[in-house]
């Protein structure tokens, strides 16, 4: 099945909008989504004001934002960080740390977390996955909550599909409705998009925004039991047997406070 048959009727209103302000569709953006894998102990304060102080703002002279920063609130191998780097043009975000490294102000404010010792670094490890949004939701949304600095959690959530075709039948799926019944229950979708490099292919990757745990639980009651919902998962195109999500990745975040997203 041919995706651009019917985006252009299931666009989300965020997307849109987008569309609208440029006169055109929007160009699509890309996302590297990095998990630092921390220690317990002073690493995880460091690599807070390495975020704060050196990596976003040199982010930002790159032309790459909004960017997220968040710690793990509920999910496995604590302690971690995630920070997602929006871009619209490919190059830059992959090129990202080559081009830090001839920042003169970033390096000389990354140089505690950059230089630290091999037996005293931060973290243990940092895994990247590049992704792209769907064309149905070319760009990231910042929440209204963002922006004024209110609380709020994420949610994000990796869906694994055993085939290629489960995976691009997964993505139909939301171009379908998904988009249109998750904000009808009251969830702010950040961004949706398709990994290209990862360590689990083929899959795809969203992030909901919730003022706190009591209204995510609401409102993913309210997405099950909406009828709209109940309709689409029963569609034979995307109801088989196996289906076609294999493994889901589910994480409740919080917001750093240099978090821009």
């Not at 019917?6 to 849109?16: H, K, V």
């Not at 505690?112 to 760009?139: H, M, N, Q």
């Not at 229950?185 to 398709?194: K, Q």
Request: glycine letters at 6%.
């Amino acid at each position: 099945m041919d995706r651009r048959t019917f985006l252009s009727a299931s666009l989300t209103a965020p997307a849109a909008a987008a569309a609208q302000s440029g006169g055109s569709r929007a160009a699509a953006q890309y996302y590297d989504l990095r998990r630092y894998q921390l220690r317990n102990g002073p690493g995880t304060r460091l690599t807070e004001h390495y975020l704060a102080g050196a990596l976003i703002p040199a982010l930002n002279r790159l032309g790459i934002g909004p960017v997220g920063a968040f710690s793990v609130y509920f999910g496995p191998d604590t302690p971690a960080y995630y920070v997602l780097l929006p871009s619209t043009k490919l190059e830059t975000l992959v090129t990202a740390d080559l081009e830090l490294a001839k920042d003169a102000d970033f390096m000389k404010a990354a140089a505690p977390f950059w230089d630290a010792p091999g037996g005293a670094s931060p973290y243990v490890t940092i895994e990247s996955t590049l992704l792209r949004a769907f064309e149905g939701y070319p760009k990231l949304v910042v929440p209204a909550t963002a922006a004024k600095k209110e609380k709020r959690i994420y949610h994000l959530r990796t869906y694994v599909s055993p085939t290629n075709m489960d995976h691009v039948r997964k993505v139909e799926m939301f171009h379908h409705g998904e988009f249109q019944i998750f904000a009808k229950a009251g969830a702010a979708g950040v961004f949706y998009a398709d990994a290209l490099i990862g360590p689990r292919l083929p899959s795809l990757t969203y992030m909901l925004s919730f003022p706190d745990l009591a209204t995510l639980e609401i409102v993913w009651q309210k997405f099950s039991s909406d009828p709209d919902w109940k309709k689409l998962s029963a569609d034979p195109r995307f109801k088989l047997d196996p289906p076609t999500v294999s493994n889901i990745s589910s994480l409740v975040l919080r917001p750093l406070a240099c978090s821009q997203v």
